[in-house]
């Protein structure tokens, strides 16, 4: 069976975009999206855990991203996860 890398976030942008303009006009957009989880315990207290995740986007993706983001947006992410290491 073959493996599946595929990840879907929805959450806040921490800050704005960082954009990067690499050799042949190539954009690339990062930025931190803040996901909360809230739930409640068995005494009925409600707690919530905020994970950060790193986001980078692409090409004409980027481009929308500097266009449109700003911190506090809410945005529906879909993608694959890869290691910054991998990605310089």
């Known amino acids: 069976m073959r493996g599946l890398n595929k990840v879907t976030l929805i959450g806040n ?4 975009p ?3 303009q690499l050799e042949g006009n190539v954009s690339v957009a990062k930025f931190s999206l803040a996901t909360t989880e809230t ?3 068995k005494n009925g207290q409600t707690h919530s855990n905020t994970d950060w995740h790193t986001v980078v986007l692409w090409s004409s993706l980027a481009e929308s991203a500097r266009k449109y983001l700003t911190k506090g947006s809410l945005v529906f992410v879909e993608g694959n996860r ?3 290491a991998q990605n310089p």
């Open 39 to 41: 739930f409640k315990d």
């Open 18 to 20: 960082e954009m990067q």
């Open 13 to 16: 942008l921490g800050k704005e």
């Open 82 to 84: 890869t290691d910054a």
